[in-house]
């Protein structure tokens, strides 16, 4: 079963849509602090003052347990940011876009009880649906500052995302993306 509405999408009993009560949240444990913090204490104040919208991934039958949250921002990407001329979309040869729409992943956390359960993957395709789905923001690419750590740069690499260059390899995250075109929807 899929469903599918503007802030929400479903599959295979699974679904995800738009924070609106922040009650359950107090709940979720990541097992990170900074993640924990930003979800419990900032993502409400970053929906109130238009910075993030944030997404629960969770069953379709349970309104209360969040398996999985996911804070989306507005991105841009710059021309000059792409690491090869291969990754820059051949967008109307007449006309160059100095910089292209993109939707940035702000943060992503996965229940410590769910973790090393293909879980975030689920939900980063998911996402990739949602935003290509009727193409909701007009945005053609997903971003993320993937924390510079070999786990969660795997995981980003096994979700199909590149990094825009090597300049950033000893900071504390990495500049990632994902082109929405490749996906056949």
């Known amino acids: 079963m899929q469903i ?17 009560n922040f009650e359950c949240i107090k709940l979720f444990d990541c097992g990170n602090d900074d993640l924990n913090e930003f979800f419990k204490q900032e993502a409400i104040q970053y929906k109130q003052e238009l910075l993030s919208e944030t ?17 989306f ?11 090869k001329a291969s990754d820059i979309p051949n967008i109307y040869e007449k006309k160059r876009h100095p910089s292209y729409p993109a939707v940035k992943i702000a943060r992503i956390g996965v229940h410590k ?3 090393k359960k293909h879980v975030g993957s689920f939900v980063i395709n998911m996402t990739k649906r949602l935003f290509r789905t009727n193409n909701r923001t007009g945005c053609r690419f997903l971003t ?10 795997n995981f980003y690499r096994k979700n199909d995302f590149n990094f825009f260059y090597d300049k950033d390899k000893n900071k504390q995250a ?10 056949n929807i």
Do not use: H
């Open 174 to 183: 990495r500049a990632m993306f994902f082109d929405l075109k490749r996906l």
């Open 73 to 83: 921002c507005n991105d841009a990407i710059r021309r000059e940011k792409f690491k």
């Open 55 to 71: 997404y629960i991934f969770k069953t379709i039958d349970d309104d209360l347990f969040p398996v999985a949250l996911i804070a």
């Open 4 to 20: 599918e509405s503007r802030n929400r999408i479903g599959f295979d009993g699974w679904e995800l849509l738009k924070c609106e």
């Open 113 to 115: 009880t769910f973790q």
């Open 144 to 153: 993320v500052d993937a924390y510079n750590k070999s786990e969660v740069l």
